[in-house]
Nanobody
């Protein structure tokens, strides 16, 4: 069982930066692949980024490549999402998720169905 708590969201101007954190409970954090998803009003939840169990492999949706960086610290049971050069279209609720399936990231973990644990979400609002 894993419990996830996101923090770090807020209001930022376009071009600015935010860093989201996801704190995980449980002793087996390092066994899980982790991901970030986001959901804008009226839209489906979409994949943003994922990282494998070791942090050695990362994956991003095309719209955030070069701007966002996902990382994890297994010693601290924490995952981060550094978001730079934020755009208006990045406005959404951002969710942290954990997958106990294998620890790796396959096509399965690029979709919501690949994750069995979710945080409550943190709002990110980018203003002009």
């Amino acid at each position: 069982q894993v419990q996830l708590v996101e923090s770090g969201g807020g209001l930022v101007q376009a071009g600015g930066s935010l860093r989201l954190s996801c704190a995980a409970s449980g002793r087996t954090f390092s066994n899980y692949a982790m991901g970030w998803f986001r959901q804008a009003p009226g839209k489906e939840r979409e994949f943003v980024a994922a990282v494998n169990w070791s942090g050695g492999h990362t994956y991003y949706t095309d719209s955030v490549k070069g701007r966002f960086t996902i990382s994890r610290d297994n010693a601290k049971n924490t995952m981060l999402l550094q978001m730079n050069s934020l755009k208006l279209e990045d406005t959404a609720v951002y969710y942290c998720a954990a997958s106990s399936r294998s620890g790796g990231v396959s096509n399965y973990e690029l979709r919501t169905i690949g994750y069995n644990y979710w945080g409550q979400g943190t709002q990110v609002t980018v203003s002009s």
